[in-house]
């Protein structure tokens, strides 16, 4: 394939996904269903005429018409000056588990059975709702300057949603374990889960006003989405990230720093290279609050007249965009419990609603919050319902309280500790 | 194929089993700022198995290649084997030998991709032309045709045409530190048609990226909000009708109690109905992707809660029938219960009385994005304006909604007589988007709590 686009094209480059899957469910403490996937694809790009062109195909006896639309894609693309990468060396993660591979079916429904067990000992009401999905992925990259990348992953990714209804009250939350290395840390997952269910039974009440508020990591995605979009090479090259041209200069507190890390072991966002065939670095955009880069694709470096920094990432329908690996916010000096204990009163956020919505970029962000505890005198004394925070993270990232120790791995790409802002307006129905 | 899928269907061992089979092909132009992004081509080939033991439960197979489809039953058998559970029922639908076919205006698959391409641009033009404050936007063209075959065990074959045309537009503007955008989109299943004629709307999305530039953060606190029809029909479908997916209580004896059909939802004048049978909606199907016909569906009849959205499968365990609204986000997911076409009835109360008497209320319009945790919801409004002493005032930017779905329901004290279909909407649950229609007149909600400084 890619030989008959280079006889073709001055440039090709061929991308193969084959993926193998099976997801095992709990809903409602029960074990109802069991899938397996098979994904098998292409996507071609070429450089035609200095035009860039993509197409794709799940149908593989369809290449004929994959070479086809990929050259008429290219005589409608736009000029650009985009060379597929040499042949380069990169970092070499450990992302692939023979053990996790060979983890069985009946294991996997044990370690199902693990969790529901676990979080029912402590709430015999909740109903607990459990998807595991085991893949062993394999993508092979190859083009006309000579690369050849394959890369192959065994992640595993649990997620727990429970829900405990009495009368009209409904107590919601979602935990993740993603990993691509077996280390039984389901029994963690579950007693979180059962340790934030526990403190959910005592319900209490707030005034609105301007609170310390500490983001847990699964909450803390508020403030560092944002900033994804802010150093993503895109929304730069456009002009529409408030981050754009200011590399160099102290835009944060002193204790964020922001790290784009895909060489960290067991994470399925590390690898050797991107989807691109660019090497994958670990790279500091943000440290001690001063902004140090963006991350770019090979179009987008292109179009920026930049260096591409390998965070070109895609699907099979998808072109390349530029993505983070691994998100990680660096934990801080403080330890969880001495953050805590350090508060009089404020607002401890595990959950929110509408992450994203709203307008992101800049900066702006309003939650309402589907688990969220009032801290009094250094402890958690209840949680608190119909409570929305809102806020502007370029303010309120200027001056941050504490940085937890702790971090925890959250959505799959994002490390994150718990963060305390000193004061961010709180809106609630209480008196 | 049609034997060998009959040949795999009774070659299974399951006590059900179905067979969907989906080749879709796929053209996309975006144009991002004055570049194209991509104009390109591409063909989705794919299946699912879906097998039910008795006394198991599901296994289910999706695939790429689908040359050997008795592999794939069988795997999917063997996954139903691998579970220990509770009986499963599935209530009976009529068996059904159906072929779909439809005639569009404009066949885009006749149009060549210069031409869409052309459309695109045009549109484009008019984006990056109208101010020079908008930094950036985006124009998406896509359409898809998609060849889908769904067969069961118990005998039902049908074979179905389904095309979409996708056209949407995002503006942004910035001024200094401020940046603010605007999105707005159509699609439908039809022809190249739905694409054309947008000139003076494109302008509009523009224009109104401009005017939120100037317009001042809302205060947060609690008000009177006018929803326009398109944020009216988010609320119904998010606020309300996840909860009356069957899904959420059948299995849920609390839930159940919560959504306890004769409960008082909401007042007289409010009622909320999902119809996935209605002509030429973007949800429409003449059968859900479990074969069931699919038929309107009363959820909230004068304020009270009169009916549920099911699968076979949920039907049967409460007692009820189907409703046809067992549907997949294609070939890579089984069905489960997804509303269709959601709205709030049309009522009495014209607009300008329905702000003639708020003091001081906000006019909240189109819908960023909305999420829901059962009782309590947020939403994103497009864009708002002030009401104050019964007239429209400023433009306000940043509206968030949020509440309690109980409160707010039984808060709603008007629904408009200017009824319209909001034709753009993805729903998320679980599977990522599938097409859903809202509608809704305009309607005002008391002591809303909107977020903000």
Known sequence: MLERLMQQAEQAEVFEIENESTQIGFEANKLKSFQVEETRGIAARVMLDGRLGFAASSDLSAVDRLIENTLESARHGDALPLRFPLPQPGPTPQVHDPQLAALSTDRLIEIGQEIVDIVLAVEGGAHVNVNLERGARCTTLRNSAGVQVTAQKSPLTITVATERVEGDDVVLMFDYLTTTRWDEGHRDLAGRIADKLRLARRVTTLAPGRLPVLFSPTAALVLALPITEGLDGKNVYRGIS??????????????????????????????????????????????????????????????????????GQRDLFRPPTPEFSNLVIQGGETPLAAVIAGIKKGLLVENVLGIGQGNVITG???????????????????????????????????????????????????????????????????? | MREQIKAALRASKADYTEIRLEQRESTRIVF??????????????????????????????????????ARRVEQAYQGARAIQGEPIELAPIPVTQDRITVSLQQDFRGTSVSEKKALAERYNAILTGLDPRIVDNQTYYADTFNHLTFANSDGTFIQEERPMVTTYFLAVARENGNVQQTFDGISRAAGFEVALGHEQWVQEIAQRAVDLLSAPRVKGGRYTVVCNPTLAGVFAHEAFGHLSEADFVYENPKAQEMMVLGRRFGQDFLTIVDDGSLPNLRATHKYDDEGTPTQRTELIKNGILVGRLHSRQTAAKMGEKPTGNARATGYRYPPIVRMTNTFIESGQTPFEEMIGDIDLGIYACDAYGGQTALENFSFSSGYAYMIRNGQLAEMVRDVILSGNLFVT?????????????????????????????????????????IGGE
């Not at chain 1, 490390?415 to 609630?428: A, G, K, Q, R, S």
């Not at chain 2, 390109?40 to 040359?67: E, H, K, M, P, Y």
């Not at chain 2, 329901?409 to 599938?434: H, T, Y």
Request: some cysteine; charged content about 25%; glycine content about 14%.
């Open chain 2, 409 to 449: 329901l039984d808060s709603i004290d008007a629904v408009g007589n200017d009824f319209e279909w909001s034709e753009r909407g993805m729903c998320g649950k679980g599977q990522g988007g599938l097409p859903v229609s809202d509608g809704s007149p305009h309607i005002r909600i008391r002591d809303v709590l």
């Open chain 2, 32 to 69: 991002r700022g004055n570049n194209l992004e991509t104009a390109d081509v591409t063909i989705d080939r794919g299946g699912i198995v879906r097998c039910l033991v008795r006394n198991g439960g599901w296994g289910i197979a999706t695939f790429n290649d689908v040359s050997d489809l």
């Open chain 1, 364 to 431: 702006e962000f309003s939650n309402n919050l589907s688990l969220a505890f009032l801290i009094e005198g250094g402890e958690i004394v209840g949680r608190v319902k119909d409570v929305s925070i809102a806020g502007n993270i370029y303010q309120d990232l200027r001056q941050i309280e504490a940085v937890s120790q702790e971090s925890q791995w959250v959505y799959g790409r994002f490390c994150l500790p718990y963060v305390l802002l000193p004061e961010l307006n709180v809106v609630t129905k209480g008196e």
């Open chain 1, 242 to 311: 408030p981050l754009a041209g200011r590399i160099g200069e102290q835009l944060f507190d002193q204790k964020l720093a922001v790290i784009d890390d895909p060489t960290i072991d067991g994470r399925p966002g590390s690898g050797s290279h991107d989807a691109e065939g660019v090497p994958h670095q670990q790279r500091a955009l943000i440290d001690g609050g001063v902004l140090q880069g963006f991350i770019y694709d090979l179009k987008t470096a292109a179009q920026a007249n930049v260096e591409p920094t390998g965070n």
